[in-house]
């Protein structure tokens, strides 16, 4: 079973516009990690939030953790045609060390 | 090596067959994850090892499947009397060990059951 669900489950922008996806869980977490995996194959890990944080910053991405929300969101600033892939969150629970994926989100930028 | 390898890239197998998938983790990780990702869904936790043993394999759907590492660092994942439902990209992936650290992920094994 999945943990988490992501919102939207599809997006497509415009070269240069921002896009932002959600995530949200359903138990206590140790740290939230999001994904990028293109063509169904091998997924780069892209940021990590650990729940004491609430906002961190890698190059033109931006993540925020609202564990009262038990919420994330992952913003890509001036999007780019390479950033076309789609994009997971996952959650570690307190007490593992397994991910736990959500269902993804594609995301799809128009030239 | 850079990176986590896995071995075959792509299977095909006829349903009722046996199967091995190789995973080669990042050299000096301690911790080896295996996943599966069905088609339009999430990877879905199988099997974590922590050097030789599994430390959770709470996600093997059944006895078919079982997963070893007997040196701590390859690992094989073996699937008997394989079903069409098995089909799926099986995924490996290494990290230093700590649930704070960063799993990386193979390219995976696509796996077809005709």
Known sequence: SQQGEEDPQALS???????????SYKTSINNLQWYRQNSGR?????????????????????VTLDTSKKSSSLLITASRAADTASYFCATVMIGAQKLV???GTRLTINP | GAGVSQTPSNKVTEKGKYVELRCDPISGHTA???????LGQGPEFLIYFQGTGA???SGLPNDR???????GSVSTLKIQR????????????SSMGLAMDTQYFGPGTRLTVL
């Open chain 1, 101 to 103: 994926f959500g269902q």
């Open chain 2, 65 to 71: 499947f079982f997963a070893v590492r007997p040196e």
């Open chain 2, 32 to 38: 080896l994850y295996w996943y599966r990702q069905s």
């Open chain 1, 13 to 23: 922008i415009q070269e240069g516009e921002n896009a932002t996806m959600n995530c």
């Open chain 2, 82 to 93: 394989t079903e069409r439902g098995d089909s799926a990209v099986y995924l490996c992936a």
């Open chain 2, 55 to 57: 430390a959770d394999d």
């Open chain 1, 42 to 62: 091998g997924l780069v890990h892209l940021i990590l939030i650990r729940s004491n944080e609430r906002e961190k910053h890698s190059g033109r991405l931006r």
